[in-house]
């Protein structure tokens, strides 16, 4: 457990995340029982920027759960820096942040970015030191000591976030973490992830409904198709590198023609290539 | 401002009650209304309802006309920390036993549908059934130096009645975290302990103040009366039979005991207010009352 401020994640050449033939199944109350993923498999290296798109439940979430071991996969493995997930979990490789930032409204802003190093024994003097730290990273400056009531929705999902990096990850699981929040924070809160994981080298897994917000951020984008969830596509992004991720680039000739390109793989047609100038 | 406007409130309810209890005895015969032989509305006598004023008086004189009898206000203050004493002592257990109950019912599924029914039977036995039993099972009680006291039974029987609405409420609340928040416990790899600590002990806070207040009241009552069954003196509830007996001599005595136990209830109930106020960041989200 690394509580150091500026430790960058360990180079790795094994893949942050493998899924190898996993499928999920719920079980349901009379028998019948709800596929939400059959025989996936996908490879996810470490420092990659990898979206989950799809329709409303195709299993986006529940990969996304699989990986960070709070659901058991019905068949197949998935092995998390070349470890079981379960284990990954217990060491703490990932950070993990949901649609709803999910804060201890008892606890300041602050006290909840330290919630994981607490949790893991850190010492007071580092995790403050830490915590503050990310409060100037996610712009909260002034709100370090302010309970999440009195912040707006995309300041808490922000300071959700920050909890998610305290403790310097290698693999950030997102899902639709900016899916609460209106445009303009949104292209904003973007912006700086891709700066955040620029900084960070981390590798992301990043569940999202937007088309734009995955071809803006992704090296490569995942399209997945419902009952049972299957990857359907695996689109290059190739966007250049994460420094180049600017508010430019979302006016790009490229990124239009990306757009278009993963709106073509989720409704299998080619209607979508007329509408793509008029991508958000 | 809300909490001043409270108290405003609460005084004010006072001054109608001592209107009323004035303005019914200035009015109502003084031998009551009785259809039939039966009394449908309370005599007005002095000795069945004395003047606000007489009784004031009363409180100021002595206890008895024993020479050098301390007046009847500091005895009945002194009864009445007693009493609020062994409330106490019977609050703090019946909170602890509450907490530990529904720590083992949110822990062990089994245990909640196991323990649930005798918690919730538990409060069906009467408080005078009970009385005698426990002062019975206390003559056994013998640990070295240590001698089961009458006192210690009445707190017995006070922390009986409170545990019970703080294990149901410490329950409910143990149970309330969202599923994010247990995901997330889950996600840092902690184990149940921690979680308890850390999530569910706080976020029970909100469920937890009002059944301490709800506990506080019953350990009052369960005082009161367990001092009459037990027979324990030193208190306001034996005061009150105690002086019952003087009525018809001195018919003002009787209402100071009574005085004492409002205040008894009153204290206990502020004293959880401060506790609620001490929690109040572990409160922020609740709806105010
Ligand atoms: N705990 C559960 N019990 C039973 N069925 C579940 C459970 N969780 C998910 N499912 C089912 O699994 C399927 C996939 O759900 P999932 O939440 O992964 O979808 P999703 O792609 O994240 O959808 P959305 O975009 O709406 O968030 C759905 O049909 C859902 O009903
Ligand atoms: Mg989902």
Known sequence: MSANASAAPRPSTEPAVEIVGVGKVFPGRRGAGVTALEDVSLQIEAGEFVSLIGPSGCGKSTMLRLIADLDAPSSGTVNVFGKPARQARLDQDYGIAFQQAGLLPWRTVRENIELPLQLHGAGRAARRARADELIELVGLGDFGDKHPDQLSGGMQQRVAIARSLVESPRLLLMDEPFGALDEMTRERMQTELARLRAETGAAVVFVTHSIPEAVYL??????????????????????????????????????????????????????????????? | ????????????????????????????????VAINGLTVLPRTS?????????????ALDPVSSVPGSAPLWAAVLQAS???????????????????????????????????????????????????????????????????WQDWMSVALIASYLAFFPVSIGALRGFSSPERAHLDLMRAYGVGWWRTHLRLRVPASVPYLVPALRLAAANAVIGTVVAEVSIGLSGGVGRMIIDFAQTGSSDPAKQWAPIFGAVIVGLVAAGAVVLIGLALGKYRRNEVPA
């Open chain 1, 218 to 280: 992704s090296d490569r984008v995942v399209v997945m198709s419902p009952r049972p969830g299957r990857i359907v596509r695996l689109l290059d992004m190739r966007l250049g590198s994460a420094q180049e991720r600017t508010d430019a680039l979302r006016e790009d000739e490229h990124f239009f023609e990306r757009v278009s390109a993963v709106r073509e793989a989720l409704h299998g047609d080619a209607v979508a290539s007329v509408q793509g100038k008029e991508a958000r």
């Open chain 2, 46 to 58: 002095d000795a069945a309802m004395p003047h606000l004023s007489t009784m004031l008086q009363r």
């Open chain 2, 81 to 147: 920390a007693f009493t609020l004493s062994v409330a106490a002592v019977g609050w703090l257990v019946g909170v602890i036993v509450g907490l530990v109950i529904a720590t083992i019912m949110q822990r062990f599924r089994t245990a909640e549908s196991a323990l649930l029914p005798w918690v919730v039977l538990s409060q069906t036995v009467p408080l005078i059934a009970l009385a005698p039993l426990v002062k019975r099972w206390g003559t056994f009680v013998h640990l070295g130096a240590f001698d």
């Open chain 2, 1 to 32: 401002m809300k909490r001043l406007r409270g108290a405003m409130l609460g005084i004010a309810g006072i001054v109608l009650l001592g209107v009323l209890w004035e303005a019914y005895k200035a009015l109502a015969p003084a031998n009551g």
